[in-house]
């Protein structure tokens, strides 16, 4: 009970996520949407003995789409044609020129093409793509996040900009945790109850991680919205690892790509769902065929 009521404000919150998407039936899906893609059909099924047959049209179609999705190019580019007057336009050109030559860069040295593929992947077989960017030393930071990872404060809303609140959870080892919290200067006794955990069942590849090598523990990071900028808090289960800093910006850092949009869900939904049934009966009839 004395634990209980050491937790974090931030763990709480994080909790009522995890309790929605278990009422959704989010994790249990996203696990089998992976699995469905990469050619795991036939689990838990009872088969007798039967050496059963995969035809996994599933990936075919999944490839195929977000084959065409890629074919298009992306980059990010200021200009001053907003601007009202040509005076107006003149005097911002050179910076907005300077913005894309800035931009560019960390396009290029951060490989944010391939992050992009990722998320459409990502977003055509489960439905989300999300990427997070965070600032290192200077530079800019993108950094891809499975849809189990984040929470959102309203789940109905699928306008990131519009959410009060946004909550990605990593894992991360021990050590690496107590490390950023001296950086931050979080005091010794309260870095003590930075422990290891078994939080990892709402990881994305939950099946692998029942065996991990290094102490690890569940970080949360929560960004939110106070006097017109976003905020950030970093805790664990029972301790925080960084106290509220104003990261000075007044979106997000946070863009998601969804394959079709579902009103009154912020999640949206892919394209293996809808497929799965048909899969299992391509599957259940070329066995059958087979046996015969």
């Not at 050619?39 to 195929?64: C, D, F, R």
Request: contains cysteine; proline residues 2%; aromatic residues 10%.
């Amino acid at each position: 009970m004395k634990n209980e009521e050491m937790v974090t404000d931030v763990w709480n919150e994080y909790q009522r996520g995890v309790d929605y998407n278990y009422r959704q039936n989010l994790y249990s899906k996203s696990d089998k949407n992976f699995k469905f893609y990469l050619g795991n059909q036939w689990e838990n099924a009872k088969l007798g003995g039967i050496q059963p047959i995969t035809l996994n049209i599933i990936q075919s179609i999944v490839k195929y789409k977000v084959a065409v999705v890629k074919n298009n190019s992306y980059q990010i580019y200021f200009n001053s044609e907003t601007y009202e007057t040509e005076n107006e336009r003149k005097r911002i050109q050179d910076l907005c020129d300077s913005l894309n030559r800035f931009a560019n860069r960390i396009w290029e040295k951060n490989q944010v093409d391939r992050i992009v593929e990722n998320c459409v992947d990502d977003a055509c077989i489960d439905a989300e793509g999300i990427v997070y960017f965070y600032e290192d030393d200077g530079n800019i930071i993108p950094e891809q996040v499975d849809k189990t990872n984040v929470y959102y404060g309203n789940e109905n809303d699928d306008n990131i900009q519009s959410q009060p609140y946004i909550i990605i959870s990593f894992r991360k080892t021990v050590e690496e945790v107590k490390e950023e919290a001296r950086k931050n200067g979080i005091s010794e006794e309260e870095m003590q109850m930075i422990v290891s955990d078994e939080e990892y069942h709402e990881q994305a590849g939950k099946d692998k991680r029942t065996d991990e090598i290094s102490p690890m523990c569940l970080v949360l990071l929560k960004l939110y919205r106070k006097n017109g900028t976003i905020w950030a808090k970093k805790c664990t289960r029972l301790a925080t690892v960084m106290s509220d800093v104003d990261l000075k910006i007044k979106l997000y850092p946070v863009a998601h790509y969804v394959w079709i949009k579902v009103k009154g869900s912020a999640r949206g939904q892919g394209d293996v769902e809808n497929n799965i049934p048909n899969q299992i009966e391509i599957n259940k009839t070329a066995t059958r065929r087979a046996l015969a």
